[in-house]
């Protein structure tokens, strides 16, 4: 009492304290009273009106933006909560999964998206300079060597790439055969080298399926790759171009593997072409290409499915920046006496030694990373 005797006369009485709660006792949310209460639930809260309560004074702004109470009340009510933390461990390791799927696939990827873009490059080329001409006439030479400058680049940033043997190739005609990676990305680099170094256009017989690929037409008919029929290859070697070749194609891509196999079956289309047009053919290899993309083992199942479709629908992996080096072996020269037979062994013969020579054969992953950094090898 004496507190409210000290009080002067004619200034307003101070507030009462607050009372205090009472220990143990839980404070109501504001907006909610006793006659909002409901039972309680097994956790020991009360539902009913006190949840409509809490509700609405979050919802009506009677709660500070900054205090997080309704957040946290939002999160207790939402029941996916409970269960995140129920299966914490399954979410934790399908986003690794995730993450392992995405890595071991992102460099393929790329290379199909950097394949596009060279196509989109041509179309907005072609459309700027109003360019009809022939996609084999010299006219097309400055995108060529736009595109084939830019995966160049690509090739020796990532792979380091070389090409030896270059010599070995015909001033004229010829037939280049190589052994089919499970990504010809290695050839790719080929291509691009040999246009920058002798500004040669080297011709390509490329599957069907490939023609069949949306939005890459003029990308297909600019570098020169065509369907691979008899007179189509006559043609080009009658012209003076260079025609290259798998034997092996896309069956070899899937499932031959480290021990590089060659699945050519009983291919001789080439070797029937080359004694007609009387050309030589010269073998090609590139050390470490199935180190840097692999294809999943082979599996029963894949191979029915190609067989049947003749689609590659097993994707390959990898992408590692192991050390590419192509080499062209000494050309094999037209022999009116030699039969197609005896013409395919001999080029068979011919790409196994260059596999033998410049390969260690089953392929090291370790091995091919580590030749990035190695300065000594054979180039003859």
């Not at 256009?201 to 065509?226: M, N, Q």
């Amino acid at each position: 009492m004496e507190i409210w005797a000290r009080i002067p006369v004619g200034l307003p009485a101070p507030a009462p304290p607050p009372r205090a709660w009472p220990r143990g006792r839980r404070r109501p949310y504001p907006g909610t009273g006793p006659q909002q209460r409901g039972p309680r639930d097994g956790r020991g809260r009360r539902r009913g009106q006190d949840m409509i309560g809490r509700k609405e004074s979050c919802a009506s702004g009677q709660i500070p933006m900054t205090d997080l109470s309704c957040l946290a009340y939002i999160l207790e009510e939402w029941t996916a909560v409970e269960y995140l933390k129920k299966y914490l461990f399954y979410v934790v390791i399908i986003l690794l999964t995730i993450s392992a799927i995405l890595v071991i696939f992102i460099v393929p990827l790329i290379i199909v998206f950097l394949i596009y873009l060279t196509s989109i490059f041509l179309l907005i080329y072609q459309r700027n300079s109003e360019i009809k001409a022939d996609p084999l006439s010299d006219v097309w030479d400055s995108a060529r060597k736009t595109i084939a400058s830019f995966w160049d680049i690509y090739a020796r940033i990532w792979h380091g790439y070389e090409l030896h043997g270059v010599e070995n190739l015909p001033e004229g005609p010829g037939i280049l055969v190589y052994y089919h990676g499970a990504i010809p990305i290695d050839y790719l680099y080929f291509l691009s080298r040999l246009f920058l170094w002798k500004k040669r256009l080297c011709l390509s017989v490329a599957d069907h399926f490939v023609f069949r690929l949306p939005g890459l037409k003029l990308l297909l008919e600019v570098t020169g790759v065509i369907p691979g029929a008899r007179e189509e290859c006559l043609m080009a070697l009658k012209n003076g171009h260079l025609v290259s070749i798998s034997p092996g194609g896309v069956r070899e891509a899937l499932f031959s593997d480290e021990s590089y196999q060659l699945m050519w079956g009983n291919r001789k289309g080439f070797a029937q072409v080359a004694l007609d047009a009387k050309v030589p053919i010269i073998p090609m290899y590139t050390q470490n290409v199935r180190e840097g993309y692999r294809m999943f083992k082979e599996r029963k199942f894949f191979r029915e499915l190609y067989e049947n479709t003749r689609l590659p629908l097993m994707p390959p992996y990898g992408g590692l920046p192991v050390k590419f080096r192509t080499y062209i072996g000494e050309p094999i020269p037209y022999d009116p006496n030699i039969t197609t037979e005896e013409l395919v062994e001999k080029t068979k013969m011919a790409v196994q030694a260059l596999i033998s020579k410049h390969q260690t054969i089953p392929g090291s992953i370790w091995k091919a990373l580590l030749e990035r950094f190695d300065k000594c090898h054979k180039t003859d």
